[in-house]
């Protein structure tokens, strides 16, 4: 990832009447959908000059660095905007293997049969160790 580069990327991402674009983290080895989360102008600047990925919390109203708490950080390979400009995709090489907060590879471990929801990835770390 470049680290030196103008803002004028910044310009092209069709940011939401919030100022948040949609943010997909792809795990650039396998292809497998990580997690989805928001980014705002900051978070996505910062996420070029990091090369690891940050993003905007709603709930907190305030930028995170995925990873700075729990160690399972996201190194950013390469930064994709949609054709609508409204979606972003990173690839990311995904550092201890876990993205999601309950301690899995994934953050979509659920599907659905038989109108029922069905957990199919295991917990490959405990959050209360990822988070004490």
């Known amino acids: 990832m470049p680290t030196t580069m103008s803002d004028n990327f910044l310009d092209h991402v ?17 292809g497998r959908i990580l997690m989805m989360a928001w980014m705002n102008r900051e978070a996505l600047a910062a996420t070029v000059a990091k090369g690891e990925a940050v993003y905007f919390s709603r709930s ?6 995925k990873g700075e708490r729990s160690g399972h950080t996201q190194k950013v390979k390469e930064i994709r905007l949609d054709c609508d400009g409204d979606m972003i995709c990173l690839q990311v090489d995904q550092v201890g293997g876990i993205a999601c907060h309950t301690g899995r590879e994934s953050c979509l471990f659920r599907i659905l049969k038989d109108g029922q929801w069905h ?5 490959l770390k405990d959050p209360n160790e990822m988070y004490s």
């Open 60 to 65: 907190r109203q305030s930028l995170w660095h």
């Open 14 to 30: 069709n940011f939401d009447g919030n100022g948040l674009v949609a943010a997909i983290a792809q795990d650039a080895n396998t």
């Open 119 to 123: 957990t199919t990835d295991t917990v």
